[in-house]
Nanobody
């Protein structure tokens, strides 16, 4: 009933730039926090950044000053602008969103399937 779809991944050289997008669709009444995570082979999933419905943001130390998270509430979309990419940023990037489908219903966390980001040295 709710689907998150990411786009914008790809392969870039170190120092390059990518912009990821994630759009939620389906039976959506309200979206609270939206976030980006990443998972590299053999490593635990890491939260990269999140943004609240009010626009407050938080970043992992490893991406501060290089990545910017933003959202377009009417479009149910969250973005991740990634600048000065490093090889250690290589991972599958997944978005998540806390969504409720009707007034008074609890929020549930939904996940996208991920988009690959590869940064070559």
């Amino acid at each position: 009933q709710v689907q998150l779809v990411e786009s914008g991944g790809g392969s870039v050289p170190a120092g390059g730039t990518l912009r990821l997008s994630c759009t939620a669709s389906g039976s959506i009444f309200n979206i609270n926090t939206m976030g980006w995570y990443r998972q590299a082979p053999g490593k635990q999933r890491e939260r990269v950044a999140y943004i609240t419905s009010g626009g407050s943001t938080n970043y992992a130390d490893s991406v501060k000053g290089r990545f910017t998270i933003s959202r377009d509430n009417p479009k149910h979309t969250v973005y991740l602008q990634m600048n000065s990419l490093k090889p250690e940023d290589t991972a599958v990037y997944l978005c998540s969103a806390d969504i409720n489908m009707r007034p008074g219903m609890r929020y549930n966390e939904y996940w996208g399937q991920g988009t690959q980001v590869t940064v070559s040295s």
